[in-house]
């Protein structure tokens, strides 16, 4: 490994996130590779700024190209499953990036580097875990609904969305639902130290599992009628990604008043080395 060539390029990244990021370099870490991916938020795709390490992935919006961003994301890869998603027709490419506190689908330009991100992060994941023992995390986060897929409460099927009647994500299965339809809140506490917003179905179940009218803490995805489990139990993260206190990377930006973004073009990823250092063949143009 070129020490002096990844030195250089992690303070880059530290300094293209500026104050609004967290210092990065620390011994052994190594940057295996960068690129531009299109995130599903909640509103609509978007693309956002990735970074992978030998031990965390780390993520933030683009406010310049290769120059500036903001809202840094550090997740352990421990704590990170990977699922593929099959290509719809509309979004192509794409596969989930599932973690304790949140999980998100994110979209490659081609099928050749979403397999390249795949195959990178799931080495790095295998290589963290066999080195340092470090435990991988059992449950995941839900995905969640995007706002354009629910016209209407998809929990009592009835109340149409408008301007005053406003979507809510229940933070147990990820769906949409409308206020009445969560009205109660539960604690999950690998995704937030508060109770967060539920719906009726996963309060109910949720509480029957806490009694122990199921027998048992967790629940299955058959108790959740087809919906993604959420009780997390895995290790705890290196530090926290957007937990489900947030609604959404949207809403982030719209209280900062920044959008970014606007003319990013998905350019081809640059992977410099494996998990251990050693140089990738396929290194292409990025921070050198």
């Known amino acids: 490994m070129n020490s002096e060539a990844n030195a250089r390029r992690i303070a880059m990244v530290e300094a293209c996130f500026g104050t609004s990021g967290q210092p990065l370099a620390i011994p052994m870490r190594v940057l295996v590779g960068e690129g531009v991916l299109t995130k599903m938020c909640r509103k609509k795709p978007k693309p956002r700024q990735f970074f992978l390490f030998n031990d965390i992935l780390v993520y933030g919006n683009i406010l310049i190209n290769k120059k500036k961003y903001n809202k840094q994301h550090i997740i352990a ?3 990170i499953k990977l699922e593929n998603l099959d290509d719809d027709g509309v979004q192509r490419n794409g596969w989930l990036m599932c973690t304790p506190t949140k999980s998100f689908a994110v979209y490659a330009a081609t099928a050749t580097e979403k397999s ?3 195959a990178h992060i799931n ?3 295998g290589d963290l875990i066999k080195k340092s023992g470090k435990t991988p995390s059992r449950e995941h ?6 706002d354009s897929e629910a016209p209407v409460c998809m929990h009592c099927k009835k109340s149409q969305f408008n ?5 809510h994500h229940c933070r147990k299965c990820g769906l949409v639902v409308c206020g009445p339809c969560s009205n109660k809140k539960f604690m999950l506490p690998h995704q937030s130290t508060k109770p967060l917003r539920v719906c009726l179905t996963c309060y109910d179940l949720l509480s029957r599992a806490r009694t122990g009218t199921h027998g048992d803490q967790s629940l299955s995805r058959s108790q ?3 919906r993604p489990n959420t009780v997390a139990d895995g290790s705890r993260l290196y530090q926290q ?3 489900g206190e947030d609604d959404s ?6 209280r900062s008043g920044q959008t970014g973004d606007a003319s990013v073009s998905l350019e081809e990823p640059t992977f410099y080395a494996d998990s251990t250092g050693t140089q990738d063949k396929s290194n292409k143009t990025g921070h050198q």
């Open 123 to 125: 080495k790095c994941i």
């Open 241 to 243: 990604d957007s937990s």
């Open 116 to 118: 390249e991100w795949m």
């Open 224 to 226: 959740l009628n087809g």
């Open 141 to 146: 986060a839900a995905v969640w609904v995007p």
């Open 163 to 167: 301007v005053l009647n406003r979507r």
């Open 77 to 79: 890869l421990e704590a």
């Open 249 to 254: 990377d949207d809403e982030d930006e719209q």
